[in-house]
């Protein structure tokens, strides 16, 4: 990312330095909070947009994007345990320790992301690819933690909120990660909303058992019909809602949607100023959860649950595309109608 714009260059290798090992990069998958970024780096990191910005970087310097990838070991750097061998495939948490602080990996100028062919990893922070996982397969460890830790993070085992029927509202990549997880925690239905044919059908590939398009269903009469509820009567119950957008008005349209006592868990990643209007919400008593990323210990047991076939990421991965693919790769991303996850294979150059 230079100037607000991709381009493929030539760039300085990077250097590991105390306990951290040099990776070649296999595959990279393209996250939607990168075409975001893309678009909105200058306001975003001078906090006209996110006054708390999780992001520091100097956007007039080279961003290697890429944070959702698996890589192989190819050299240790000084004082590393060198507990795995040279050549072992890897997955890791986007972010290196350094000092007193922390590249984020993707989110840097420090070390390059996984749009490159090699970087830099913690070696703590390193979990091992099982031989039987592909490279492609084992990227998609870190989005699909995403909808792991948001299913978490909602009162699904609470008992507080009906959670019979959760309800997924986007089926991009966020969205298909938090209906795989819904279902491999035992939920037995699961609606979903879409404006684009393909993400509906991967929905469905992934668990969704109700599966809408927003044009001609609303998600939530969708939910009525399958629990038999009726909108604004004095028992409807409340319901689950995840957010998988991440576009101003979708927060505040849900909560205008859901019943009393209901939670909505905001996955999707909205850059942009936003405005609720708080009354609509207290007036239900609606619990509005914010979820970012996942936890250590959920990242490596999402590399579990995929090589234990409890998590199927095959049906995701869309398209394949060299590093020189990538810019437009973007540009197909931008009207992702018939994309989920576009994976980056660098040794396909």
């Excluded at 909070?33 to 970087?57: C, N, Y």
């Amino acid at each position: 990312m230079r100037g607000g714009k991709l381009v493929v260059a030539e760039v300085p290798e990077p250097v590991p330095g105390p306990g951290e090992v040099l990776a070649r990069t296999l595959a990279c998958g393209i996250c939607g909070s990168d075409l975001h970024m893309l678009q909105r780096v200058q306001r975003v990191l001078a906090g006209e947009e996110e006054p708390d910005t999780l992001f520091a970087f100097d956007h007039d310097a080279d961003v290697v994007m890429g944070h959702e990838f698996c890589a192989e070991i190819v050299e240790f750097g000084p004082e590393c345990a060198q507990a795995l061998p040279v050549g072992q495939r890897v997955v890791s948490v986007p972010s290196v320790p350094r000092g007193d602080s922390r590249a984020a990996l993707g989110y840097s100028d420090e070390l390059p992301g996984g749009y490159a062919e090699l970087m830099v990893l913690g070696e703590a922070n390193l979990v091992p690819v099982p031989d039987h996982v592909s490279s492609e397969e084992a990227a998609l460890t870190e989005p699909m933690a995403v909808g792991r830790h948001a299913v978490a993070m909602s009162r699904l085992d609470e008992g507080s909120v009906a959670t019979e029927v959760p309800v997924v509202i986007g089926c991009g990549p966020v969205g298909l990660s938090v209906i795989a997880d819904l279902r491999r925690r035992g939920v037995e239905r699961v609606v979903a909303a879409d404006f684009s044919e393909k993400r509906r059908e991967l929905a469905s590939e992934v668990g969704a058992t109700i599966v809408v398009d927003p044009r001609e269903v609303a998600a939530v009469d969708a939910w009525r019909a399958e629990v038999g509820a009726t909108a604004g009567a004095l028992d409807e119950p409340p319901v689950l809602m995840f957010e998988c957008v991440g576009v101003p008005g979708m927060i505040q349209g849900m909560i205008d949607a859901v019943p009393r006592y209901s939670q909505v868990v905001v996955v999707g990643v909205c850059m942009q100023e936003d405005v609720i209007r708080p009354l609509s919400a207290i007036g239900k008593q609606v619990n509005l959860q914010f979820v970012l990323g996942y936890t250590p210990e959920e990242f490596a047991a999402t590399l579990s649950s995929i090589a234990l076939e409890e998590l199927d990421v095959g049906p995701l991965i869309t398209s394949r595309v060299t590093l020189d693919e990538v810019p437009e790769a973007f540009r197909t991303l931008a009207s992702p109608d018939g994309q989920a996850k576009i994976l980056v294979v660098p040794e396909r150059r």
